[in-house]
């Protein structure tokens, strides 16, 4: 029996949702099923690109699609009603980074998860990059020895809070929309110990000058109850210049050795008349063509998304959610994610160190 997909969000990246269940449905494994999205424009342009029933309201697709599984791409804010509404319906769930921007939110996901007994999982797509799973292995070997400490940054031009998302952005920040990844990717990388302290701070000048009240940057300290640390520098005010939308990399240090990965500088650059030079992540999408001219997309972007399919089609198998933990990012990776991101903003607000509950 097929397993069947809704997606809730056709923005910019449902759109990448999309395009994942629609190449895993002719593979024949799962049916791209229907889309709910509030912008009817928007609405109609994905009906005509993926042939899928369509809704302006998640509740009605929910309870007239018998659908297995569906997926949140709408913005941070908004998670958490439509995961448990999507839980109550009987559906396991894919929801985008952060889980939510309330710790309250999370647990009530988690919750309803567990009463439902479907699969929580979040993307947190880093996880899924093959440069991060082979340091991920070197440090699980003891290659480094005892993790010490971390650098991780990451930041977009100025265009993708401005243009893209102006209205939603007020209601985030470079921390959340940017940190969600790196925050996830070095407590994953070092074993997933919790967040013990946090002191950050922040700016406002650029994007407020622009009419978009948000920071342009967050810079935080995290310590965790492991004894490592990770500084974060997250930012969204590149010039449109920058030779890539998002620059980003991580350093792990320990007692017996470092590794570095800069995710932006992968050999793929490129230069075109009138434009500026270009580097590309190919790594994280690659949109191509197979042998018979369909659209063809590779990448860790694409493989977290899809990594919905295989544990639904574990699960229809007599798997059970138990079995697959660890194996993907899940509920409560989500809530301690959004724990320390709360932590950042609460320090950010107050000036002070805050201290974690255990």
């Not at 056709?10 to 709910?36: P, S, W």
């Not at 009987?90 to 988690?110: N, S, Y």
């Not at 992540?281 to 990448?299: A, C, S, V």
């Not at 990594?307 to 574990?314: G, P, Q, R, S, V």
Request: hydrophobic share 40%; glycine share 10%.
């Amino acid at each position: 029996m097929a397993i069947r997909i809704g997606v809730i969000g056709g923005g910019v990246f449902g759109e990448t949702h999309m395009q994942t269940f629609a190449q895993a449905q002719r593979e024949g494994r799962c049916e791209l099923v229907a889309l709910a999205e509030l912008n009817e424009e928007l609405l109609a342009k994905r009906h005509e690109q993926f042939g899928v029933r369509t809704y302006t309201d998640y509740r009605e697709m929910l309870a007239k699609e018998e659908l297995d599984g569906v997926t949140v791409v709408t913005p941070d804010h908004t998670h958490r009603p439509i995961v448990v509404a999507a839980m109550k319906a009987g559906c396991h769930v894919l929801v985008e980074k952060p889980m939510d921007v309330t710790v309250e939110g999370c647990e009530a996901m988690i919750a309803a998860a567990r009463e439902a007994d479907r699969l929580l999982e979040v993307d947190f797509h880093k996880r899924y990059d093959a440069y991060h799973i082979a340091l991920r292995e070197a440090v699980t070997a003891g290659k480094l020895g005892r993790p010490l400490y971390g650098y991780a940054w990451m930041e977009n031009r100025v265009e993708v809070p401005r243009d893209w998302w102006p209205g939603w952005a007020v209601k985030s920040s470079p921390a959340w929309f940017l940190g969600a990844h790196m925050v996830d990717l070095f407590r994953w990388l070092i074993g997933g110990p919790r967040g013990r302290r946090v002191y950050a701070s922040g700016a406002k000048h650029k994007l407020k000058s622009l009419g978009v009240d948000t920071f342009d940057c967050v810079q935080a300290k995290i310590d965790f109850d492991n004894g490592a640390s990770l500084s974060l520098d997250t930012s969204w005010v590149l010039p449109e210049g920058f030779e890539a939308v998002v620059n980003q990399g991580i350093r792990v240090v320990g007692t017996e050795g470092i590794a570095e990965i800069d995710s932006q500088n992968r050999g793929a650059e490129a230069c075109f008349a009138g434009k500026t030079q270009e580097t590309m992540n190919l790594g994280f999408k690659l949109h191509g063509q197979d042998k018979w001219g369909r659209p063809r997309y590779t990448g860790y972007g694409f493989e977290a998304i899809a990594d919905l399919i295989e544990n639904i089609a574990y699960l229809k198998s007599g798997g059970k959610i138990a079995d697959l933990q660890g194996k993907y990012p899940d509920g409560l990776d989500g809530l301690e994610n959004t724990r320390i991101l709360c932590a950042i903003h609460e320090s950010i607000a107050t000036g002070k160190l805050v201290e974690l509950e255990k």
